[in-house]
T-cell receptor, first 109, second 113 residues
Framework: DAKTTQPPSMDCAEGRAANLPCNHS???????VYWYRQIHSQGPQYIIH???NNETNEMASLIITEDRKSSTLILPHATLRDTAVYYC??????????FGSGTKLNVKP | DARVTQTPRDKVTEMGQEVTMRCQPI?????VFWYRQTMMQGLELLAY????????DSGMPKDRFSAEMPDATLATLKIQPSEPRDSAVYFC???????????FGQGTRLTVV
């Protein structure tokens, strides 16, 4: 499966939008982009996924570039409870998903 | 509220002992994954099953680890004998296959002393 590149950490002010980037330049045609987050040592929590169209749910929005080589996860109004490690993963069928190091998002008051 | 259930949540054992971790996947999910997380290695896929059949366990140390699905409602991960380097958090996840997302349990924190 394609690997991803994410910044190791980001800061965001509470109430502001958090925009988390992810590069996946080697993504193949049938691979989806998934976002998960992990708060403390809890199990990773599914956020959103998409193939090529932008997606939105109650938690976040996913913007995928037209060439699919990068994407951005948007938390529209970050709260302190959104402080977590965010993982961007590309693949299909969830087998051999590579979680990488993720982005540590720090939401500050 | 459907969720993946893992037991025990915490386990402390002595080196050389057998450890069994259990996972109850979400009802109706046909795909089950076992991950291990350490500070050094992050999240690593150990094994995964589809329709109870093991499809890939290449991430698992074969000499001491074994994973099974006795039935559709139970997945087990055994370590025998356990070693201090096995100390980690072990996560189970389940999904419906295809491009659908997988859902993780809260993990079993294993400490081998």
């Amino acid at each position: 499966d394609a690997k991803t590149t994410q910044p190791p950490s980001m800061d965001c002010a509470e109430g502001r939008a958090a925009n988390l980037p992810c590069n996946h330049s080697t993504i193949s045609g049938n691979e989806y982009v998934y976002w998960y987050r992990q708060i403390h040592s809890q199990g990773p929590q599914y956020i959103i996924h998409g193939l090529k169209n932008n997606e939105t749910n109650e938690m976040a929005s996913l913007i995928i570039t037209e060439d699919r080589k990068s994407s951005t996860l948007i938390l529209p109004h970050a709260t302190l409870r959104d402080t977590a490690v965010y993982y961007c993963i590309v693949g299909y069928n969830f087998n051999k998903f590579y979680f990488g190091s993720g982005t540590k998002l720090n939401v500050k008051p | 509220d459907a969720r993946v259930t893992q037991t025990p949540r915490d386990k402390v054992t002595e080196m050389g002992q057998e450890v069994t971790m259990r996972c109850q996947p979400i009802l109706g999910h046909n795909t089950v994954f076992w991950y291990r997380q350490t500070m050094m290695q992050g999240l690593e896929l150990l094994a995964y099953f589809r329709n109870r059949a093991p499809l890939d366990d290449s991430g698992m140390p074969k000499d001491r680890f074994s994973a099974e699905m006795p039935d559709a409602t139970l997945a087990t991960l055994k370590i025998q004998p356990s070693e201090p380097r096995d100390s980690a958090v072990y996560f189970c996840a389940s999904g419906s296959g295809g491009e659908t997302e997988a859902f993780f349990g809260q993990g079993t924190r294993l400490t081998v002393v």
